[in-house]
């Protein structure tokens, strides 16, 4: 098991955010956490990226608890973040929006050989990279934001609401791009709110509701159940 969460709890000072939280991701696994606005995704995936402490409860890479590492040192130990609204430096070139992202010593001395894959991931980027990362459409900021985790060299990629604000096209195109990093055998924890296209990529799904994960197994079994099927996806019985 590449990370296990065990009864994570997290709160905003008073007011909880997650709590009693379990889960597991396999390494070489793409697993989607899915749920409604306000349920607590994006205080998961940060938990997991060392932005936000848990107030209680564990997180274990690969068996070493990283629950009170500095959030500097989850980059270190192999977790990398797409974060919601891309958060490029929009004055800086795309070339140097995805060096930024290759700065520890183990990515620099792979970063030539990381930004080929991210240009053969990504070929619209190749004509791109002198070009100031905030003239580029949404589309291709995203696409950025994700070569720039990748040039981290992950053993797990954290993808947070990566198809917000897209149109279903580039959407479309974002996602089979994410399932080729899958196909390269990286691991990837995905928070998405497009649930029925975040399930058809997934191999295994969560779902939060109210800072609690209430269901979870493979996108099979959810589509099979009418009540994920109405609440999620406004068909079924």
């Known amino acids: 098991m590449l990370l296990k969460v065990t009864d994570l709890e997290v709160a905003y000072g008073p007011a909880p955010a997650l709590w009693g939280v379990s889960l597991a991701v396999r390494a070489g696994e793409l697993l989607c956490v899915v749920g ?15 932005l936000l402490r848990a107030r209680a409860g564990t997180l274990e890479l690969d068996g070493r608890d990283i629950t009170r590492l500095p ?12 974060p919601e609204g891309r958060r490029l430096f929009a004055t800086m070139s795309v070339r140097e929006n995805l060096e930024l992202g290759s700065l520890l010593p183990h990515a620099r001395a792979l970063r030539a050989t990381s930004m080929e894959h991210a240009m053969a991931l990504f070929p619209l980027l190749k004509e791109k990279l002198g070009a100031p990362a905030g003239s580029l459409s949404g589309g291709q900021q995203q696409m950025v934001a994700i070569a720039r985790a990748l040039m981290a060299r992950p053993r797990l990629l954290l993808l947070d609401e990566p198809s917000l604000g897209l149109s279903p096209l580039v959407v ?48 099979a079994s959810m589509l099979s159940r009418g009540e994920i099927r109405r609440a999620y996806l406004g068909t079924g019985r």
């Not at 995905?190 to 799904?205: D, G, Y």
């Open 172 to 219: 479309q195109d974002l996602f089979a791009a994410i399932r080729r990093i899958g196909a390269d055998g990286i691991t990837m924890l995905l928070v998405e709110q497009n649930v029925a296209t975040a399930l058809q990529i997934a191999q295994r799904a969560y779902v939060l509701e109210q800072g609690r994960i209430v269901a979870e197994g493979d996108p």
């Open 36 to 50: 409604p606005n306000g349920a607590g995704k994006s205080t998961l995936i940060n938990t997991l990226a060392g």
């Open 71 to 82: 959030a500097h040192r989850f980059c270190a130990a192999g977790i990398a973040l797409v």
